[in-house]
């Protein structure tokens, strides 16, 4: 799914996941997807909000999330549920097949992804590969 504005949720969930890398990638997926944050019943079955101090943060439940997948209790497209499982394996963890979660997804989603994995590493970009020899050090 595309979209030009992004979720009400975007700032609240990047607020509480502030600070873990993993975290933050994990959420700035599901963000980027668009797909499960614009879903009434995927934010009320899914995603805890909370107010403190002026400041709304949101959390997803990435197991509940993940259990009602695997229970075929949240219905989605074959595509939409790869993007979950990867979501929720680099946010928090919980295992993933890769060779059945890449396999299918289309070249923008693989972007999206490759994104999540550089920042859930530290890194927002990719750096051109270092041709020294590893041996001379």
């Given amino acids: 799914m595309t979209t030009d504005r992004p979720s009400p949720l975007a700032h609240p969930l990047r607020a509480c996941a502030r600070g873990v890398h993993p975290a933050e990638a994990g959420v700035e ?17 899914f995603v805890d909000t909370t107010l403190t101090d002026d400041t709304q943060t949101a959390e997803i439940n990435w197991s509940k999330a993940i259990t009602a997948l695997n229970n075929q209790t949240l219905a989605c497209s074959g595509g939409e549920a790869r993007i979950l499982r990867l979501a929720a394996s680099i946010a928090v963890g919980i295992p993933v097949n890769l060779r ?22 530290g890194r927002r970009t990719l750096s051109a590969p270092s041709h020294e020899d590893p041996r001379s050090s």
Avoid at 35 to 45: G, H, P, S
Avoid at 100 to 121: C, F, K, S
């Fill in 100 to 121: 059945d979660a890449l396999t299918g997804l289309d070249t923008t989603n693989i972007e999206r992804l490759t994104r999540a994995i550089l920042h859930a590493n």
């Fill in 29 to 45: 997926l599901l963000i980027e997807h668009g797909t499960f944050l614009r879903r009434d019943d995927f934010r009320a079955r």
